[in-house]
């Protein structure tokens, strides 16, 4: 039996994850005050590439995708996300085997991008195995490049689920955000039909997000469309 040391420098370079510990409220096991640790992740290239001994408790994962969020391991979860925002696969895991990182926060911010080159009904975003999403606040999109357009095209976006699937439901409503909306910064666009008649939007695991291109096409423009949402 090992007594924690001041600090874990040379005084605990001794202890294993299996050591019990001497505390002053009973003896633990190492391994479960590890689990309960915040480990930094740079990357989510970094968190995919973290050791068997290391997979455990929550991290914090930065990505210049989605900034930070929390995961915590789950050695049962068969879920996937391309995307690393909701779930981190790591690289040694194939995609049929068990042992995921999962989101662990309740409410987040989820992204999708964009490009002038996106074409119509393209698949943005699968929600995973394990999550319903409701939609908490009103989409915006952070315009890095200004679309310009052939003609008056319209962009938006909908959902596979058969209540948003209507072009426009969740971004852009029945007519589509025009190009004029669609300059460089954050903007508003136009609020998607759905949230605007209903309020009520819960997306389920296979649902997608997927582009709405309305009318024309475009020339120019990349867009990162931010959607507040609490797992439910």
Known sequence: MKSVPVTLGDGGSGLSRGQKIRTQTGDVYLADI????????????AAQALGVDDRSGVILVRSTLFGVGRFRWDA??????????????PTS??????????????????????????????VLY???TGFRLQIIGRPFATITASFTSIGSALLGLSSS????????????????????ALTAGIRAGTIGAKLASQGLVVLVATDTIKADVFTSTFEAGAAKFCFPVLSV
Do not use: C, K, M
């Not at 049962?76 to 696969?89: E, F, K, Y």
């Open 93 to 122: 895991i194939d995609s049929g085997d068990p042992g995921r990182w999962v989101r662990d926060e309740a409410a987040f911010p989820l992204y999708v991008e964009a490009t002038f080159a996106t074409a119509n009904n393209a």
């Open 76 to 89: 049962t979860s068969l879920a996937n996300d391309t995307s690393g925002q909701l779930v981190i696969r």
């Open 126 to 128: 699968t929600v995973p």
């Open 34 to 45: 590890l689990s309960s640790v915040h480990t930094e992740a740079a990357t989510v290239a």
């Open 161 to 180: 689920n058969s209540a948003y699937n209507t072009a426009g439901d969740l971004f852009g409503g029945a007519s589509g955000s025009a190009v004029a």
